[in-house]
């Protein structure tokens, strides 16, 4: 390959530019009297942008790994609070699911629930045997039945999240400072829009 100082004056600058865009690697050369050391190539960058990310994913795994361990530890807590009023983890969905003033059509429930339309029945079911739900027929067609919550059903959720909603022992151990960062970083995540799971397991 023909060394680029011994071109024209005028054509060493975009030779140069065009060796270092092939990401070939320049030792020191005089150009015009001064010594010029050109280092490191695209190649190079790469590397280190990439190991760079594949330290920032291994990071977030370590924090969610712990995140979600957490909730794990804790999950216990709030399965007691639904045994005590003789509810499952699919009841405690469902419930979370509906509205006093807002009926959910059956499909629609089996849809956002990812089951089979029996299997909706099924828990609708439970909640009714429980007073905590009821099923309503439309006004303009009887044939069609959407689920409500009842009063019951209503108060019940509202006793659930408020239990669900007190912080578990760990963070006895959290200052105001530690409760502060974490509240701001909490809040980034939560406002972050959703990206698809599809992206998310390219």
Known sequence: MVSPFRLPPTMR???????????ILVQSYQVSGRSVKLIGSRHRMGSKVNMSKSATDALARRV??????????????????LARRGLTPNDSRALFSLDPRTGRSMRSLADEWQCDPSNATFIVDRLEELGLASRQRLLHDKRVKLVVLTRKGEKTRTDLLREFHQPPAEFDGLDRADLEALERIVTKLTSAPTPAVASRHR
């Open 13 to 23: 600058t975009d030779v140069l530019a065009s060796m270092l865009r092939s990401s």
């Open 64 to 81: 969610w790994q712990a995140l979600f361990d957490l909730l794990i530890r804790s999950a216990p807590v709030r399965t007691a609070s």
